[in-house]
Every structure is written in structure tokens, then in C-alpha cells.
């Protein structure tokens, strides 16, 4: 099994920063693509990011290219995600997903492990 472990989350001011990060334990090298969902209330969750193992693909929900930048550190077995130009409507519980198959995914059902969420408010 795997473990994932999110923090950084927080209240900020529109326009600030966070930057989250996730780390993993457990069949860590079972791991390959590693993502960020996040699920505001009453709605669904949806796709922020994700990045290939080597860090080299990544991609983006249009809401938040341009503002937001996912990486990894595999000596760390830990992804992070730096929000900039942070908006109200970015408020939302934010989950870290991982899958063991080398494409990235926007869809829940794509990734096997997630980590508990961490609470993200963006206040105007």
C-alpha cells in the first residue's frame, strides 16, 4: 500500500500564495504519475495537476494555468504544488493522488492511492 500525506494549506488573502506538498511512504516505487485534485463544497472534485514520474510531462487545468506549478522531488518521494495569483474561487479541499501507470489523468477514477485532503481558503 501506499500513504500519502498532504500539507500547506491554510487562509490567504486573493492574490497570495501556498505551496502543498505530499509525501508518500509505504510501495513508494510503485508509484508513477502523481497528481492534485481538489473538491470545493457542493461541487465535484475535479483535476488540478499532474507530472510523470520524471517530472518532465505535466498538466494543467485551464483555471489555473499560468498560476500554478506542480514538480516532485523522488529522493523525497514528495510532490508539491505552488499556488500563485490565488482567486476566491480556488477554495476548496485539495487531494493528492497518486497511479501506478505511466499516463497522466484527469479522471478520480484514474489514480488508486489518496491522501486525506488539506483545506485551501482564498479570501476576497
Known amino acids: 500500500q501506499v500513504q500519502l500525506v498532504e500539507s500547506g494549506g491554510g487562509l490567504v488573502q486573493a492574490g497570495g500564495s501556498l505551496r502543498l506538498s505530499c509525501a508518500a511512504s509505504?510501495?513508494?516505487?510503485?508509484?508513477?504519475?502523481m497528481g492534485w485534485f481538489r473538491q470545493a463544497p457542493g461541487k465535484e472534485r475535479e483535476s488540478v495537476a499532474a507530472?510523470?514520474?520524471?517530472?518532465?510531462?505535466?498538466d494543467y487545468a485551464d483555471s489555473v494555468k499560468g498560476r500554478f506549478t506542480i514538480s516532485r522531488d523522488n529522493a523525497k518521494n514528495t510532490v508539491y504544488l505552488q499556488m500563485n495569483s490565488l482567486k476566491p474561487e480556488d477554495t476548496a479541499v485539495y487531494y493528492c493522488?497518486?497511479?501506478?501507470?505511466?499516463?497522466?489523468?484527469?479522471?478520480?477514477?484514474?489514480?488508486?492511492?489518496w491522501g486525506q485532503g488539506t483545506q485551501v481558503t482564498v479570501s476576497s
Open positions: 509505504g510501495r513508494t516505487f510503485s508509484i508513477n504519475v
Open positions: 507530472i510523470s514520474w520524471s517530472g518532465t510531462s505535466t
Open positions: 493522488a497518486a497511479r501506478d501507470y505511466a499516463s497522466l489523468g484527469r479522471l478520480n477514477s484514474e489514480y488508486r492511492y
